[in-house]
C-alpha cells in the first residue's frame, strides 16, 4: 500500500514562484508514476504534470509547458512540482498522485496554491 502526502501551497503574487512536495511512504518500490493534477472552484480536476519514475519522463498540461517542472529527489519516493511565473488561473487545489504497477492510483489529501495580488 502507497501513501502520498503534499505540502508546500501557499498564497503567492502573480509572476511568484512555489515548490510543491509529495512524499510517498509504504510500497515505494511498487510505484511506477507520480503527478500532479489540480481542480480549481467549479472546474474539473485536470492533469498538471507526471512523472514515471523509472526513467524521469515527463509530461505536462500546455497549460504549464514551461513554467512548471516535475522532478524526483535521488531517493525517488519524494517528488517536488517547481511553479514559476505563476499566474491568477493556477489558482487551485493541488493534488498528489501515485500510481504503481497495478495500476492503482492513491490520492494526496491537496494543497491550496492560491495566485493573488
Known amino acids: 500500500q502507497v501513501q502520498v502526502v503534499e505540502s508546500g501551497g501557499g498564497l503567492v503574487q502573480p509572476g511568484g514562484s512555489l515548490r510543491l512536495s509529495c512524499v510517498a511512504s509504504g510500497s515505494i518500490f511498487s510505484i511506477y508514476s507520480m503527478g500532479w493534477y489540480r481542480q480549481a472552484p467549479g472546474k474539473q480536476r485536470e492533469l498538471v504534470a507526471s512523472i514515471i519514475i523509472r526513467d524521469g519522463s515527463t509530461r505536462y498540461a500546455d497549460s504549464v509547458k514551461g513554467r512548471f517542472t516535475i522532478y524526483r529527489a535521488n531517493a525517488k519516493n519524494t517528488v517536488y512540482l517547481q511553479m514559476n511565473s505563476l499566474k491568477t488561473e493556477d489558482t487551485a487545489v493541488y493534488y498528489c498522485?501515485?500510481?504503481?504497477?497495478?495500476?492503482?492510483?492513491?490520492w494526496g489529501q491537496g494543497t491550496q496554491v492560491t495566485v493573488s495580488s
Open positions: 498522485t501515485a500510481i504503481d504497477d497495478t495500476a492503482k492510483t492513491v
